[in-house]
């Protein structure tokens, strides 16, 4: 997907620690062990070894940068790890129980590549399927609004900036949230404290969605 923030930089970021927690007691009640689930944008493998260890068996991650894939292979070998931009999932339609969406939209700056993605998700979940996504709302506080202001004539608008190492990043309003995800029943919203992949502390919001039946 050509939006996403330059893979090069990733292919360098793999000592980089992302801390978005996945809620398994929530999600167990989502989802029998024998779920198929996509995890999208899966980094190092974070996520995929914790569904591993416990003991979700059909757990798959994709990941625009082959140094990301690299690394999670050499951690998670019981899990599946393919590169892939989005651009088209190899993902049979309706075949998957579950996609988690984990500080990705972060790094898709524009709406159009946004839309893609979301579309191949609902291709590719069953009716009634999981999508949970974490990601970064717009930030209120003094660093975050003035690097918004300094990038707003960015592709993404408003809440784009780039970091010093070049990499292009997006914070969301909550408006444009709900429109990108509007095919889907919101089921659980929460917003949870983090600490961003270079150490910053900031705040994330978790939305559990269907895909309608």
Same mark, same amino acid.
């Given at each position: 997907?050509?939006?996403?923030t330059? +893979?090069?930089?990733?292919?360098?970021?793999?000592?980089?620690?992302?801390?978005?927690?996945?809620? /398994?007691?929530?999600? &167990?009640?989502?989802?029998?062990?024998?779920? $198929? /689930?996509?995890?999208?944008?899966?980094?190092?493998?974070? =996520?995929?070894?914790?569904?591993?260890?416990?003991?979700?068996?059909?757990?798959?991650?994709?990941?625009?940068?082959?140094?990301? /894939?690299?690394?999670? $292979?050499?951690?998670?070998?019981?899990?599946?790890f393919?590169?892939?931009?989005?651009?088209? =999932? +190899?993902?049979?339609?309706?075949?998957?129980?579950? /996609?988690?969406? %984990?500080?990705?939209?972060?790094?898709?700056?524009?709406?159009?590549?946004?839309? *893609?993605?979301?579309?191949?998700?609902?291709?590719t979940? *069953?009716?009634?399927?999981?999508?949970?996504?974490?990601?970064?709302?717009?930030?209120?506080? #003094?660093?975050?609004?003035?690097?918004?202001?300094?990038?707003?004539? #960015?592709?993404?608008?408003?809440?784009? %900036?780039?970091?010093?190492?070049?990499?292009? =990043?997006?914070?969301?309003? $909550?408006?444009?949230? #709900?429109?990108?995800?509007?095919?889907f029943?919101?089921?659980?919203?929460?917003?949870?404290?983090?600490?961003?992949?270079?150490?910053?502390? &900031?705040?994330?919001?978790?939305?559990?969605? $269907?895909?309608?039946?």
């Open positions: 997907m050509e939006a996403h330059d +893979p090069r930089f990733w292919n360098e970021a793999t000592g980089k620690r992302f801390t978005h927690p996945l809620d /398994i007691s929530r999600l &167990a009640g989502h989802l029998t062990r024998d779920a $198929r /689930i996509l995890d999208y944008g899966c980094g190092q493998g974070r =996520l995929c070894g914790e569904l591993i260890s416990h003991g979700y068996a059909h757990v798959t991650g994709v990941d625009s940068s082959p140094e990301m /894939i690299r690394t999670a $292979r050499e951690r998670n070998p019981a899990a599946s393919l590169v892939n931009d989005g651009e088209a =999932l +190899p993902v049979a339609t309706a075949h998957l129980d579950a /996609i988690l969406l %984990f500080a990705v939209l972060t790094c898709i700056p524009t709406d159009d590549a946004q839309r *893609r993605l979301v579309a191949e998700f609902k291709r979940l *069953r009716p009634g399927g999981l999508l949970l996504v974490s990601d970064y709302p717009l930030q209120e506080d #003094e660093r975050n609004r003035a690097r918004y202001a300094a990038f707003a004539q #960015e592709p993404g608008g408003y809440g784009t %900036f780039r970091l010093p190492e070049g990499a292009v =990043l997006r914070h969301h309003r $909550r408006e444009w949230l #709900e429109a990108l995800f509007a095919d029943v919101m089921e659980h919203e929460q917003e949870l404290d983090v600490l961003t992949m270079n150490g910053n502390p &900031a705040r994330i919001v978790q939305l559990w969605m $269907r895909k309608p039946a």
